[in-house]
């Protein structure tokens, strides 16, 4: 499967921003969906996942209440609604795909096959 993220940009603390990231290429409504972060000089942190059918979402404590993951799998897009953004937000995101992954790998970036190119969040304090 081939990814594509963007709506990535600068932002004032406290607005919001939706990430979308295009899937092409396989089934995707059978991938588990994963939004990452890096920040620079950070490893890549988990974000937020999804299950295949949507039923099932995982959020870092750090944007829990915040930001909401939801995917259409009729449009092959996985989304990050991201409000009340801090200035601690700002990184590079990446979408993330794989077909066999349990909850507690979900959350690991190197337990993904997949991943988009990655889109840029810049938040100002």
């Known amino acids: 499967v081939q990814l594509q993220a963007s709506g990535g940009g600068l932002v004032q603390a406290g607005g919001s921003l939706r990430l979308s990231c295009a899937a092409s290429?396989?089934?995707?409504?059978?991938?588990?969906l994963g939004w990452f972060r890096q920040a620079p000089g950070k490893e890549r942190e988990f974000v937020a996942a999804i299950s295949w059918s949507g039923g099932s979402t995982y959020y870092a404590d750090s944007v829990k209440g915040r930001f909401t993951i939801s995917r259409d799998n009729a449009r092959n897009t996985v989304y990050l609604q991201m409000n009340s953004l801090k200035a601690e937000d700002t990184a590079v995101y990446y979408c993330?795909?794989?077909?066999?992954?349990?909850?507690?790998?979900?959350?690991?970036?190197?337990?993904?096959?997949?991943w988009g190119q990655g889109t840029q969040v810049t938040v100002s304090s």
């Open positions: 290429g396989s089934i995707f409504s059978s991938y588990v």
């Open positions: 993330a795909a794989d077909l066999v992954i349990t909850t507690a790998q979900a959350i690991i970036p190197y337990e993904y096959d997949y």
